[in-house]
């Protein structure tokens, strides 16, 4: 099969597409076919050696957190999901496994879930880790209710698009940060507060909507681009950080949070994930959230991608075709 293997750590020009041998499902695994894979910036940071305190790298190594396509085989114990089935998922790739950068992947039967017949293939690979992390955030960590008020820095970004909308679903009132040109795309999500994070102080802009503060700061940019997070929150409120994986983030200030009788939390998709993308594949499916903005690239553009989404300059999801 072709897929884009790395034999080394580094920079984007250690990416090569190469024909390695296909992958056969082990127990508990279904092989998928795999049409489409979403860019992550997990994926630029597992390149580098990022993830090397979760897993143990093993040359050549494919890369790719995301995938979308169709089951071609079954592992032993696997025996509900019918070949040809359109599926979506996390891959295995967090636990060391052959990423979706390839033309089939071996994926825990337990992260699998079949796609909702809505979605097209390079949609569905949009969804799964921006998704996961924004659950996860909001709900496993945040534990987001009805009425609460939350503030969603970098709504602009795939995760902050799903964090709003899930919100939105949750009965929450919500308010975020962006850029300028992002502002009509976070309120038509369902962002009642819009602030553009460059015309002034985040600070005065929410404390006219929320004088006394938020119950939930969500934090999906990290590297601290949101100075005074804490000052943000109602006593008793709690700011949920994205795990940014970057070695100069520290994360939240544990200590000075309790000090203040605030609470903190890092937030990270957590392996097997097919329970929590089950429930946002519903959403997907009853159309009361959306994919986002995404852009096709072949999969020999993967360094194309993963350039963008390094320095930033990524306008959209990125997402590569694997197959026809």
């Known amino acids: 099969m072709r ?20 992958p056969q499902p ?4 279904v092989l998928v076919r795999v049409v489409c894979a979403g860019v992550n910036p997990a994926d630029w940071k597992c390149r580098e050696g990022y993830l090397g305190a979760f897993l143990d790298y093993r040359f050549p190594f494919v890369l ?9 085989a079954l592992g032993e114990g696997v025996d509900d999901l019918p070949l040809g089935s359109r599926v979506f998922a996390q891959s295995d790739v967090g636990a060391g496994k052959w990423g979706s950068y390839a033309e089939y992947a071996c994926v825990s039967r337990a992260s699998l879930v079949p796609m909702p017949d809505n979605l097209d293939f390079a949609a569905a690979a ?37 964090a709003i909308q899930f919100a939105r679903c949750a009965g929450a009132r919500i308010a975020a940060t962006c850029s300028e040109d992002n502002l009509s795309h976070v309120q038509a999500h369902g962002a009642e507060c819009a602030i553009d994070y460059r015309a002034g102080s985040i600070e005065q802009a929410l404390l006219h909507w929320a004088p ?10 990290g590297g601290g681009s949101l100075p ?10 709690i700011l949920v950080a994205i795990l940014t994986l970057a070695p100069d983030d520290a994360g939240p200030d544990h200590a000075a949070a309790a000090r203040r009788g605030l609470r903190t939390a890092v937030a990270y998709s957590r392996m097997p994930s097919g329970g929590a993308l089950g429930r946002i594949a519903a959403l997907l499916a009853a159309g009361r959230v959306h994919p986002p903005r995404l852009e096709l690239l072949p999969l020999a553009d993967v ?20 197959a026809d």
């Open 126 to 162: 949009a969804v799964p880790t921006p998704a996961l992390a924004a659950w996860a955030g909001l709900f496993d960590e945040g534990g987001l209710r009805p009425g609460m008020k939350v503030l969603i820095h970098g709504g602009g970004s795939a995760v902050g698009g799903f």
């Open 212 to 221: 006394e503060g938020v119950d939930l700061v969500l934090d999906c940019i």
């Open 64 to 72: 790719g957190f995301d995938l979308a396509g169709t089951v071609a």
């Open 26 to 29: 082990g127990p508990g695994e």
């Open 3 to 22: 897929a884009v293997v790395i034999e080394r750590l580094g920079g984007a020009e250690v990416l090569q597409l190469k024909e390695v041998e296909r």
């Open 303 to 322: 360094a194309i991608a993963h350039e963008r989404l390094q320095q930033g300059r990524a306008r959209t999801k990125q997402v590569l075709l694997v």
């Open 228 to 237: 005074g997070a804490l000052d943000l929150l109602r006593p008793g409120g």
